[in-house]
């Protein structure tokens, strides 16, 4: 267990909806990050948050957006939603930003019909 | 930009066949180079980091080594609860952690 927690595990919706992932980071770690991962790629950087702040983008689609709260836990909202969306999405969190180890937790798994 | 290269795509072992794992890396400024282990549909588990060309670093069966253009995860005598899929990933320095798409291996009792 990383100790990084992530709801819900698994979720279906349908194309054009909105869900939103939440993600809580270790205890005492700053920085979140998402990634996302298809069954044809590998893990995809999304964004990443550092104390509520945004600290760097990936490729994340304008149609993604996420957020980081006062209590370090973490928000990945997708909206307008198509059936590619569907994916594994993680989030990570570690202690600062730098050459930290980021540790993942167990993964949303979203499916688009 | 940022690349990272892993090969082989995948690689099946007989139990206890030794070999080794490639990452090459293109990045400006690495501040560290990362292995991870993934179990289908679970969440990447951290192995190792390797902050310098030279570090090496052991875990069990596991031993990863840096260079100043790739890093190497060398499977000693490996068994099959070893496989699984190996990702490697740089930080450098913009912060963000990129993803190798990893070496699925497979280790044959």
């Known amino acids: 267990d990383s100790g990084v927690t992530q709801t819900p595990k698994h979720l279906i919706t349908a194309t054009g909806q909105r869900v939103t992932l939440r993600c809580s980071p270790r205890s005492g770690d700053l920085s979140v990050y998402w990634y996302q991962q298809s069954l044809d790629q590998g893990l995809q950087f999304l964004i990443q948050y550092y104390n509520g702040e945004e600290r760097a983008k990936g490729n994340i689609l304008e149609r993604f957006s996420a957020q980081q709260f006062p209590d370090l836990h973490s928000e990945l909202n997708l909206s307008s939603l198509e059936l590619g969306d569907s994916a594994l999405y993680f989030c990570?969190?570690?202690?600062?930003?730098?050459?930290?180890?980021?540790?993942f937790g167990e993964g949303s798994w979203l499916t688009v019909v | 930009e940022d690349q990272v290269t892993q090969s082989p795509e995948a690689l099946r072992l007989q139990e206890g066949e030794s070999s080794s794992l490639n990452c090459s890396y293109t990045?400006?400024?690495?501040?560290?180079l990362f292995w991870y282990r993934q179990d289908p549909g679970k969440g990447p588990e951290f192995l190792f980091t390797?902050?310098?060309a030279g570090e090496e670093k052991e875990k069990e069966r596991l031993k990863a080594t840096l260079t100043k253009k790739e890093s190497f995860l060398h499977i000693t005598a490996p068994k099959p609860e070893d496989s699984a899929t190996y990702l490697c990933?740089?930080?450098?320095?913009?912060?963000?952690?990129?993803f190798g798409a990893g070496t699925r291996l497979t280790v044959k009792p």
């Open positions: 390797l902050y310098s």
């Open positions: 990933a740089v930080q450098a320095g913009n912060n963000d952690m990129r």
């Open positions: 990570a969190s570690s202690p600062r930003e730098g050459s930290y180890t980021i540790y």
């Open positions: 990045v400006s400024g690495l501040r560290g």
